[in-house]
Structures are given as C-alpha cells and as structure tokens.
C-alpha cells in the first residue's frame, strides 16, 4: 500500500469518522467541533485529488469564516443550560437520533449511486499554465482585501447582534 493510499484512507476515516460524530452528538459544541475535523478532512482531500486552489478556498471561507462564525455565535448568545452554571452544556432538545441518521444514509446512498453510474476514465491533472492557476493567484493576491473586509462586516454583524440580544435583557 502506498503512502498516498494511506494518507487517502486516513482523511476518509477522519472526514467520514467526524461527520458521523456531528450528526450523533447532542451537544452543539462538540457538533462545531466535528465540522471542523470534517471541513479539515476535506481540505485534505482537495489536496490529495490536485485541487489545491479548492482546498485554499474551503479553508478560508468554511474553515476560516462560517465556522469560527458558528463557535462565535453559538459562545457569546444567551443559551441555558441544563447542567451546572460553570459548564457550557448547551444540548439539543430532540431526543431522537433516527431523523439524522436516515438523512445521511439517504444522501450517502445517493452519492453511492451517482458515483456507481459515472465514467471517470478521461481524467487528467490540469496544466499548471491553465485559468485554475490564475484564478488561485488571483484569490490569494488581488482578491484577498475583499475577502478580509467581508470577514470584517462578519464580525461586526456579530458583535451588533450581540449586543441586540444583550441589551433586550
């Protein structure tokens, strides 16, 4: 076996592994916590199948903003918790894990036969002199200001609706 095989299985354990934690837990946190470990995981997909310029973009935009967007929102809103004040025990109330369950394992079969039903034989790497390349330098050069000032409108959509949920006590 490879070394590029076993670093494919390991991401796929991870992805996978973490997917099923998000969808198993009760606890939003943890939740948070195994999107990251998948969103990671599919970066490093991204990698191994060549598609660096993706990899970049699902990390900065998942990773980087709507995660750490979550973490924040989910930390800094007035939740109560059902344990003791010092802890964050911030739960979901379904009691069911049946409804998650059946969603994924129909998604999961859909893509099992999508994929099933596909010709992958014609598939090249791309030239390193094509768009994908500019479209890369592009997004980390010319474009990276919009991206910090969208991340900085983020944070300040956050903190307004913070301090809305706070100021209505």
Same mark, same amino acid.
């Given at each position: 076996? %490879?070394?590029?095989? =076993?670093?494919?299985?390991?991401?796929?354990?991870? %992805?996978?592994?973490?997917?099923?934690?998000? =969808?198993? %837990?009760?606890?939003?946190?943890?939740?948070?916590?195994?999107?990251?470990? %998948?969103?990671?995981?599919?970066?490093?997909?991204?990698?191994?199948?060549?598609?660096?310029?993706?990899?970049?973009?699902?990390?900065?935009?998942?990773?980087?903003?709507?995660?750490?967007l979550i973490l924040f929102g989910i930390m800094l809103t007035n939740q109560n918790s059902?344990?003791?004040?010092?802890?964050?025990?911030?739960?979901?109330?379904?009691?069911?894990?049946?409804?998650?369950?059946?969603?994924g394992l129909a998604i999961f079969a859909g893509l099992v036969f999508i994929l099933a039903r596909g010709s992958f034989g014609g598939i090249e790497i791309a030239d390193p002199n094509s768009k994908l390349s500019f479209v890369g330098v592009s997004l980390l050069t010319e474009y990276a200001m919009p991206f910090e000032l969208v991340g900085i409108y983020l944070l300040i959509a956050l903190i307004g609706s913070t301090y809305i949920a706070k100021h209505d006590e």
């Amino acid at each position: 076996m %490879t070394p590029l095989m =076993l670093s494919f299985l390991a991401l796929v354990c991870i %992805t996978c592994g973490s997917a099923l934690v998000m =969808l198993w %837990t009760k606890n939003i946190l943890h939740a948070a916590l195994a999107m990251f470990m %998948t969103m990671l995981g599919l970066a490093g997909l991204y990698v191994l199948a060549y598609a660096d310029v993706l990899a970049v973009s699902h990390l900065m935009i998942y990773v980087g903003g709507v995660l750490i967007l979550i973490l924040f929102g989910i930390m800094l809103t007035n939740q109560n918790s059902r344990g003791d004040k010092d802890q964050n025990n911030l739960v979901t109330e379904e009691s069911s894990r049946v409804v998650p369950m059946l969603i994924g394992l129909a998604i999961f079969a859909g893509l099992v036969f999508i994929l099933a039903r596909g010709s992958f034989g014609g598939i090249e790497i791309a030239d390193p002199n094509s768009k994908l390349s500019f479209v890369g330098v592009s997004l980390l050069t010319e474009y990276a200001m919009p991206f910090e000032l969208v991340g900085i409108y983020l944070l300040i959509a956050l903190i307004g609706s913070t301090y809305i949920a706070k100021h209505d006590e």
